[in-house]
């Protein structure tokens, strides 16, 4: 059952995609979060121009040669507009006709790793 905003009892949450009225909470939030950098545009949000990731630049690319492209997009975002988190890893995985990212991270108060996954190419 999803949190709703009656619900809400973390300081970090956001509106959950998808699912009106209902919210995503820490860790839950930040994962939300980390899709949304990744997956907007650079220029797209007109209140943030430098928001998003210029990971789109390369979809026209060949897998292969588009990875570690794809992998400082990732990192340069999220490192500039995810401020409650430290990267630890940004892995490339696909099967020829889609490309997933996997983000591990930790939070700058905690040591445990959290694991993200984005589907930049291909279906979701």
């Known amino acids: 059952m999803p949190t709703l ?3 809400i009892n973390a300081t970090d949450w956001s509106p959950k995609l998808g699912e009106i009225g209902a919210v995503v909470e820490e860790l839950d939030d930040i994962s939300q979060c980390i899709r949304i ?3 907007t545009p650079k220029g797209s949000d007109p209140h943030r121009p430098l928001f998003g990731s210029d990971i789109h630049l390369y979809i026209d690319y060949p897998i292969p040669e588009a990875i570690p492209h794809v992998i400082r997009e990732a ?3 999220i ?3 995810e401020p409650r988190i430290k990267l630890v890893k940004v892995a490339p995985v696909t099967d020829g006709a889609q490309l997933t990212l996997q983000i591990e991270w930790k939070l700058n108060e905690d040591n445990a790793v959290q694991r993200t996954n984005v589907t930049v190419y291909g279906a979701a």
């Open 5 to 7: 905003i009656t619900d």
């Open 37 to 39: 950098i990744l997956t």
């Open 75 to 77: 990192i340069d975002a």
């Open 79 to 81: 490192t500039i507009w």
